[in-house]
């Protein structure tokens, strides 16, 4: 039997989820980067990588930058190879965590000398952004302080409002800027943006081109991130998702691998909320594939948001607000749980067949023989890992 109405198929044609450039790359822990053959020596490859997820999925027709590790001569000519390809450069993330002079700050810093060059650099970011027509500038910072007493807490949060004002101010009309948060790490006492009230704050201050951006693995245990993302729906104000699943702190797995449930509940909101298939709120990903192949773990995680979304779209919101309006408990409940245990794999890939596409794109990629032959030309040179 169908579980998935023309409704809902028409529904997931909107779909599409940007890719991190630096999910193609070489990345790992602190202990070990194990690197991977066939893994891309420029931005030109990570794109080419990028785009075969695309060709398998028709699901991520962008993909996200990172500065400096995506710096090339020449924007233009990066843009039009990836528009050869059939993809676009979307948002352009800021890099303010791997420089000597950012140890105690970048936009917050004490120093005036070394904020001007922190916004400089996003001011730079904001040039690169009109050259490959993205609209999104990024900025996650990784500032704070390790020890009570090291940092004035307030002063910082005010330097941030200068710094970030200056940065607005450099925006173009059809540009933005969203504020990611993160609760800890690098910093292990404080950290400047650690929750979206901050995040929330410091762009509200701005105007309405600045908004938050939540990434998923950024929040302690247990937190109930979709109610967050109720809230910063009705806010106005949730301009981008970093998708990826976690089991402890910020571990960057793919997206629904950790906790699906908890994916079905944010997007449950983020369809209640009006934020799906609305230009304002960006999906996104943010993962890195420390052990396994990247593109199949790229693939693997825009068919899992796809999947989850269907799920979510599936449920019976009528029934269900009838429910919850008479104080049905576990009628409620009954009716969000059938939604998350229907199985939509066998009607996404009937679905995908009629469009064209492979059923299953994680097998038809796997025999498409890309990774052999990258694994075979790509020797020499320097493998691009994250920061490279
Ligand atoms: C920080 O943990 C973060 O989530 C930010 O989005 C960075 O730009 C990204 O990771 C880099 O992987
Ligand atoms: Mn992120
Ligand atoms: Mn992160």
Redesign the pocket.
Known sequence: MSTLTPEILGELEHQAIEL?S?AFGNSGTRFKVFSTPGTPRDPFEKIADAAQVNRYTHLSPTVAL?IPWDKVDNYIRLRAYAEDLGVSLGTV?S?TFQDDDYKFGALTHEDAAVRRKAIDHHLECIEIMHQTGSRDL?I?L?EGSNYPGQADLRGRQDRLHESLSEIYAGLGDEQRLVL?Y?FF?PAFYHTDVPDWGTSYVQVAALGDKAMV?L?T??HAPGTNIEFIVMQLLRLGKLGSF?FNSRFYA?D?LIVGAADPFQLFRILYEVIRGGGYANPDVAFML?Q?HNIEDKIPGQIRSVLNVQEMTARALSIDTEALAAAQKSGDVLGANAIFMDAFYTDVRPDLAAWRESRGLPADPMAAFAASGYLQRIAEERVGGVQAG?GA
Do not use: Q, T
Request: net charge negative.
């Open positions: 991190p630096w990172h993330n890099n990024k996650w990784a990611e993160k790490e951006c990434d693995g950024h970093d910020d960057d943010d890195c994250w």
